[in-house]
């Protein structure tokens, strides 16, 4: 399970320190893909396959069911982590998240989600002067 936030900087060839508490679910070898709201999301492989076997199972004649299986499909890549514990995320999905030189590395239950440092405070802002309507739309916690 992953909760929590940290901060971390990425080095100039785009690596990523894991943080220490993800690292063991981590270890068997993980995915990274675009996300939703500009972020990109990290998952153990075995969650990847479970939510890879869902989007290929989406049917064909939508086409926004086309769009979101490109859009997570297409941009996925297989991550190792080094000795060091970082993993190298693609220039790609660098460009995709606007990561800059420091990110977030938000523990989002079964995923890891990667934002830029400065959307990530702008995105969390906003939600939380919102927290209050938006718990009233949900229908069960």
Sequence with gaps: M???E???SLDAKGRLAVPTKFKADLRKGSVVTRGLDASLWLFPYDQWEALA????ALP???????????????GAMDVKMDRQGRIL???YLRTYASLKKRAVLAGIYNRIEIWDEDAWSKYKKSTEKESDAIAEQLETI
């Excluded at 064909?60 to 297409?74: E, G, Y």
């Design 53 to 56: 076997a869902k989007l290929a």
């Design 6 to 8: 940290f901060y971390h």
């Design 60 to 74: 064909l004649s939508k086409s926004n069911s086309r769009a979101f299986a490109r859009l997570m499909l297409a």
């Design 2 to 4: 992953f909760i929590g």
């Design 89 to 91: 995320v693609p220039d």
